[in-house]
C-alpha cells in the first residue's frame, strides 16, 4: 500500500468504528443473559450473531453466505477477476460466535466482528485485494457446550469423523448435536457429503484470528494489543484422587499415618517448584494451576485424619519438552511420596493437547503493521483459539490480542472501543498487505 492508501484504510476503519459498536450492541441484546450474555453452540442465540453480522456485512458492499455446518462468511470479492474463482487462495480471518453460559459478549465476537468491518474498510477506502478476503464467524469454539472444543473449526477443516460427531451430546440439554443443529434447519447429513473440506490450505492462504486478550498481560503492560507467538498445549488431570486412611487425630502417631491432604501437599509444592524452575529457565510460557482441590465433605472432620483428597492438575506451555517433563515428573512424585507416605495416587487418563506455532512471517507482518501504524504492542503466548485448528491443518495462522479488562469467561469482561479499533486497524493492514 502506499502511504495514501494507508491512510485512507485507516480513516475508513475509525469511521466504521460506530457499525462495529451497533454489531456489539445487536448482538448482546439477542443474547443477554442476566448481566452476560449466553450464545450456546447452534441456538438461535449464535444464529442471531450470525445473521446480524452477516446483515450488517451485506449492508457495505460484502458477499455473504453460511457453510453446512452454519459457519457463516462475509467475502471481499478481489478486482479483476484475480479471486472471482471461489475456490483460489483467499486470506481468512474471524473468530467464533458462541459464549460460554453468563459470559462476556466479546469473547469470540469481538475477531468475528473485527473481520467483518476491516474488509467493510478496505471496500470502503477503495482499496483492491489481490486475493478474495474473507471473515468467518465460526460455530462452537467453547467446550462448555459438547465437552470438546473448537467443533465448528475442525468440522470446516474436515478434522472429525462422523463417529465423533454422532457422539456429541450437549451437556446441558442432553439432545445430540444433530438435533440442536436441526432446529437450526441444517441437516447434518450435508455435512458429510463427499468433497473436499470447507477450508483447506489449497483454498486458504493464511487465517489471522483477532480476540480479546484474557488474561491481564496487556492491561498490566498498559499496551492496546499483542500478537500471540504460540498457543499453549496443556497437560491435564481433572479428577485426581489420593487415597489414603481415615485415622484419629490424636491416636495415630505419626509414622502410622495414611495422610492424603498432606502428601497432596507436598505433590503440589514440589510441582510448584518445579513449574518455576521451567518458567525461570528456557520456557516463560509454562503455566500451572490446581483448580480443584477438596476433601470428602461427608466424612472429613476436625478430629479425622484426611482419607481421600482430590484435586485437579493443569499444566500449559508452548514447549512439547516442558510438557513432557512436567508430565515425567508427576509420574515420578505420585510414586515417591505413595511409597513413603503410605498413600495411593489414581491420577486418571491425562488428557491435554500439543502446542501449536503461529506463522513467524503472518507474526512478523502483524508486528510491522503495528509499528507503521504508530500502534505499540508486544508479543506473548496465548490460550486455545480457533487459529490453534487451522494451525494445525497446514494452514498458516497467527493472532491478534486485544486488550481486555476483568478476565474473560465472565459478564465483567471490558474492551474499550479504542483498543477494537487499533486490532481491526492492524488486521486490516496486514490481510491487505498479505493479498498483494
Ligand atoms: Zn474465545
Same mark, same amino acid.
Given at each position: 500500500?502506499?502511504?495514501?492508501?494507508?491512510?485512507?484504510?485507516?480513516?475508513?476503519?475509525?469511521?466504521?468504528?460506530?457499525?462495529?459498536? $451497533?454489531?456489539?450492541?445487536?448482538?448482546?441484546?439477542?443474547?443477554?443473559? $442476566?448481566?452476560?450474555?449466553?450464545?450456546?453452540?447452534?441456538?438461535?442465540?449464535?444464529?442471531?450473531?450470525?445473521?446480524?453480522?452477516?446483515?450488517?456485512?451485506?449492508?457495505?458492499?460484502?458477499?455473504?453466505?453460511?457453510?453446512?455446518?452454519? #459457519?457463516?462468511?462475509?467475502?471481499?470479492?478481489?478486482?479483476?477477476?484475480?479471486?472471482?474463482?471461489?475456490?483460489?487462495? /483467499?486470506?481468512?480471518?474471524?473468530?467464533?460466535?458462541?459464549?460460554?453460559?453468563?459470559?462476556?459478549?466479546?469473547?469470540?465476537?469481538?475477531?468475528?466482528?473485527?473481520?467483518?468491518?476491516?474488509?467493510?474498510?478496505?471496500?470502503?477506502?477503495? &482499496?483492491?485485494?489481490?486475493? +478474495?478476503?474473507?471473515?468467518?464467524?465460526?460455530?462452537?469454539?467453547?467446550?462448555?457446550? =459438547?465437552?470438546?472444543?473448537?467443533?465448528?473449526? @475442525?468440522?470446516?477443516?474436515? +478434522?472429525?469423523?462422523?463417529?465423533?460427531?454422532?457422539?456429541?451430546?450437549?451437556?446441558? !440439554?442432553?439432545?445430540?448435536?444433530?438435533?440442536?443443529?436441526?432446529?437450526?434447519?441444517?441437516?447434518?447429513?450435508?455435512?458429510?457429503?463427499?468433497?473436499?473440506?470447507?477450508? !483447506?490450505?489449497? #483454498?486458504?492462504?493464511?487465517?489471522?484470528?483477532?480476540?480479546?486478550?484474557?488474561?491481564?498481560?496487556?492491561?498490566?503492560? +498498559?499496551?492496546?494489543?499483542?500478537?500471540?507467538?504460540?498457543?499453549?498445549?496443556?497437560?491435564?488431570?481433572?479428577?485426581?484422587?489420593?487415597?489414603?486412611?481415615?485415622?484419629?487425630?490424636?491416636?495415630?502417631?505419626?509414622?502410622?499415618?495414611?495422610?492424603?491432604? &498432606?502428601?497432596?501437599?507436598?505433590?503440589?509444592?514440589?510441582?510448584?517448584?518445579?513449574?518455576?524452575?521451567?518458567?525461570?529457565?528456557?520456557?516463560?510460557?509454562?503455566?500451572?494451576?490446581?483448580?480443584?482441590? =477438596?476433601? $470428602?465433605?461427608?466424612?472429613?472432620?476436625?478430629?479425622?485424619?484426611?482419607?481421600?483428597?482430590?484435586? !485437579? &492438575?493443569?499444566?500449559?506451555?508452548?514447549?512439547?519438552?516442558?510438557?513432557?517433563?512436567? /508430565?515425567?515428573?508427576?509420574?515420578? &512424585?505420585?510414586?515417591?511420596?505413595?511409597?513413603?507416605?503410605?498413600?495411593?495416587?489414581?491420577?486418571?487418563?491425562?488428557?491435554?493437547?500439543?502446542?501449536?506455532?503461529? $506463522?513467524?512471517?503472518? @507474526?512478523?507482518?502483524?508486528?510491522?503493521?503495528?509499528?507503521?501504524?504508530?500502534?505499540?504492542?508486544?508479543?506473548?503466548?496465548?490460550?486455545?483459539?480457533?487459529?490453534?485448528?487451522?494451525?494445525?491443518?497446514?494452514?498458516?495462522?497467527?493472532?491478534?490480542?486485544? @486488550? +481486555? #479488562?476483568?478476565?474473560?469467561?465472565?459478564?465483567?469482561?471490558?474492551?474499550?472501543?479504542?483498543?477494537?479499533?487499533?486490532?481491526?486497524?492492524?488486521?486490516?493492514?496486514?490481510?491487505?498487505?498479505?493479498?498483494?
Amino acid at each position: 500500500m502506499t502511504p495514501g492508501q494507508s491512510q485512507k484504510l485507516h480513516d475508513a476503519v475509525r469511521a466504521l468504528m460506530p457499525v462495529a459498536e $451497533d454489531i456489539f450492541t445487536d448482538v448482546r441484546a439477542a443474547s443477554q443473559d $442476566d448481566i452476560g450474555v449466553t450464545r450456546p453452540a447452534w441456538s438461535i442465540q449464535d444464529q442471531a450473531a450470525a445473521d446480524i453480522l452477516s446483515a450488517a456485512a451485506r449492508d457495505h458492499g460484502l458477499s455473504t453466505r453460511q457453510d453446512a455446518i452454519g #459457519n457463516s462468511y462475509a467475502t471481499l470479492t478481489a478486482p479483476n477477476g484475480a479471486g472471482r474463482d471461489e475456490a483460489a487462495p /483467499g486470506i481468512l480471518t474471524g473468530s467464533h460466535l458462541d459464549s460460554v453460559a453468563r459470559g462476556g459478549n466479546f469473547d469470540g465476537l469481538a475477531g468475528a466482528v473485527a473481520g467483518v468491518v476491516a474488509l467493510a474498510a478496505i471496500r470502503q477506502a477503495g &482499496l483492491q485485494p489481490g486475493c +478474495n478476503l474473507t471473515a468467518m464467524g465460526i460455530r462452537c469454539e467453547e467446550s462448555v457446550w =459438547f465437552g470438546i472444543a473448537y467443533i465448528g473449526a @475442525r468440522l470446516a477443516v474436515g +478434522n472429525m469423523d462422523r463417529a465423533e460427531f454422532d457422539a456429541l451430546v450437549r451437556l446441558d !440439554s442432553g439432545q445430540g448435536i444433530a438435533a440442536h443443529m436441526l432446529d437450526l434447519g441444517i441437516a447434518a447429513d450435508d455435512i458429510w457429503r463427499a468433497g473436499p473440506p470447507e477450508i !483447506s490450505p489449497a #483454498n486458504t492462504k493464511a487465517f489471522l484470528e483477532l480476540h480479546i486478550e484474557q488474561g491481564p498481560v496487556l492491561v498490566e503492560q +498498559n499496551l492496546p494489543v499483542g500478537i500471540a507467538t504460540a498457543i499453549r498445549g496443556n497437560l491435564r488431570f481433572g479428577d485426581a484422587i489420593c487415597y489414603g486412611s481415615y485415622q484419629h487425630s490424636a491416636a495415630t502417631p505419626r509414622r502410622l499415618r495414611q495422610d492424603t491432604v &498432606l502428601a497432596v501437599s507436598e505433590l503440589l509444592q514440589r510441582l510448584e517448584a518445579l513449574w518455576h524452575e521451567i518458567e525461570d529457565g528456557a520456557d516463560p510460557s509454562a503455566v500451572f494451576t490446581v483448580g480443584k482441590l =477438596f476433601t $470428602d465433605p461427608v466424612h472429613h472432620a476436625l478430629t479425622k485424619v484426611p482419607g481421600e483428597c482430590h484435586f !485437579s &492438575l493443569n499444566f500449559g506451555s508452548t514447549e512439547q519438552a516442558s510438557q513432557d517433563r512436567f /508430565g515425567a515428573a508427576i509420574t515420578a &512424585l505420585t510414586a515417591e511420596i505413595a511409597a513413603r507416605r503410605r498413600v495411593r495416587f489414581v491420577m486418571g487418563a491425562p488428557v491435554g493437547s500439543s502446542p501449536t506455532r503461529l $506463522d513467524p512471517g503472518l @507474526r512478523a507482518g502483524l508486528v510491522q503493521n503495528a509499528g507503521r501504524l504508530g500502534i505499540p504492542c508486544t508479543e506473548f503466548a496465548t490460550v486455545g483459539h480457533d487459529a490453534s485448528i487451522f494451525a494445525r491443518a497446514g494452514i498458516p495462522a497467527a493472532v491478534l490480542l486485544v @486488550r +481486555n #479488562n476483568d478476565g474473560s469467561h465472565n459478564p465483567y469482561e471490558k474492551m474499550a472501543m479504542a483498543d477494537f479499533e487499533q486490532g481491526v486497524q492492524v488486521l486490516a493492514a496486514t490481510m491487505m498487505e498479505l493479498s498483494a
